[in-house]
């Protein structure tokens, strides 16, 4: 009898084409055996980049274009890679793509509001709804999910981010106890300040005086907890929130 | 698919893939309890089914399903 091939084990990465989730991708090829599924939405060349250095490391991975907002998109694109990929199983998810944009809250524009929120909490949705009933047949399965000081604490200025990263942290809760017994953990990453795109328009000289660590995080940083809480090491970890912010809020 | 067909594949992957007792198997049986299936345990009938018959179950579909036969009579009603 023909023996069955195993499966060729992916981990993807929604936003892994810059920031956090590049260093992200990183990481997990550098540490794990998984191939990288590197998710963008618009910028292809950033993708094809992060997917150079995941080879450059030792890895393998491919990336992927649709917008997490668009439940339809995320439909169709994940099942046509499954249909070309018979043999493949997507067993971590990093939901790491979010926006944002910043105001005071009596001038948000209510589109602000929205994009924000359908970025990081439907997106979350849509990507991990989608996927979930494969890992609940395969029995095992990583999710995390990038949430943010903000969504614990609060950041004036971004009620809209706060508020999703919030609904986040408050669903990873829920589904942590949901699907634990299928060997499925679900946890949250909440970074503070960290050296990205996403921060470069902030004033790191004055803001790391409020960091007792005086400094801002790296990606690096973020990425290694990622892959930590991507392995198997971190089997009885569920439904937590993990800071990484260099001591400003725990 | 006549029904016999129907009923017969689904107490085959019963038997074979949830291990169930045959002799537990009776149209009057209660589905959740003869399976010992918890409200997860539901994703792997929905995969057996799509398995067995090209059909895919939601989670509503289960709604009014309370015995093997109703069971059957969904499945049947799902192949048209």
Redo the contacts between chains.
Sequence with gaps: MEEKKAPTKYALVTGGSRGIGSAVCVQLAKDTKYHILINYNSNEAAAQKTLKEVESVGGAGEIIQFDVVNAAEVISKLDAWHVEHKDAIIEVIVNNAGITKDGLFMWMKPEDWTNVINTSLNGFFNVTNHLIQKMLVNRYGRIINMVSVSGLKGTPGQTNYSAAKGAVIAATKALAQEVAKRNITVNAVAPGFIRTDMTGDLDEKELKKLIPANRFGEAEEVAHIVSFLASEKSSYITGEVININGGIYS | MNKEVIVEKINYFLVDEFEVEEEEIAPQANLKETLEL?S?DF??L??AIEANFGVKLVGEDFLKVITLQDFYDLIEKKIG
């Design positions: 918890d997860l994703v792997d929905v995969v």
